[in-house]
């Protein structure tokens, strides 16, 4: 079971890590501190900021939907912002175009995004990745390919209880049940 990725909170999230980078940041690096982000968040408030798939890659982990908005600026079927706020993919790194409002991010996100920035906003992409690789136990070492990683096994590897790990898999049905019915309405 994964938390449904928000799309908008997404944009938002990663025009943070941009802004902080002065507009302009590798996208292996942005995947990365995103996907800290969400594992930081699910260990202190047992629900993500940005939620999603969630991949073992060959460079680590990653949410897939972050990735797709990166490589193609949008999600099929979805409303998005992200190319009026981020551009187009370059030599590996994506800029800001325009700072949007932060409408959607609490202050405790906020303060998970400072924090992650804090830790690791000084590394580059490859030392994420071997950060990532290093620390992260749900990630798979992969060769090739992809290979999911569920958000009780993310839990598992941060040390929670069985108990903790079955909570977050009830409010990540909850939260996503609640998404389907206001988007359907």
């Not at 302009?24 to 798939?53: C, E, H």
């Not at 620390?135 to 040390?159: F, M, Q, S, Y």
Request: hydrophobic residues 35%; charged residues 30%.
């Amino acid at each position: 079971m994964n938390f449904r990725f928000n799309i908008t909170k997404g944009t938002e999230v990663a025009c943070q890590f941009l802004q902080r980078e002065e507009g302009r940041m590798n996208i292996m690096k942005l995947a990365k501190l995103v996907y800290l982000l969400d594992r930081l968040s699910l260990s202190k408030r047992g629900i993500p900021v940005v939620g999603g798939v969630y991949f073992s890659m060959p460079n680590g982990p990653v949410t897939s939907e972050l990735l797709d908005l990166i490589n193609s600026g949008c999600l099929w079927g979805e409303h998005c912002r992200w190319e009026e706020f981020i551009s187009d993919r370059r030599d590996h790194e994506i800029a800001l175009r325009k700072v949007p409002e932060c409408e959607h991010l609490s202050e405790a996100e906020l303060e998970l995004i400072d924090q992650i920035y804090q830790q690791f906003g000084s590394k580059d992409q490859w030392e994420l990745r071997d950060w990532c690789h290093e620390r992260c136990a749900e990630w798979t070492p992969l060769n090739a390919g992809r290979d999911r990683i569920e958000v009780e096994r993310i839990g598992e590897a941060l040390g929670k209880g069985r108990n903790e790990i079955e909570q977050m898999k009830e409010e990540a049905e909850e939260l996503n049940l609640l998404s389907k019915a206001f988007a359907a309405g």
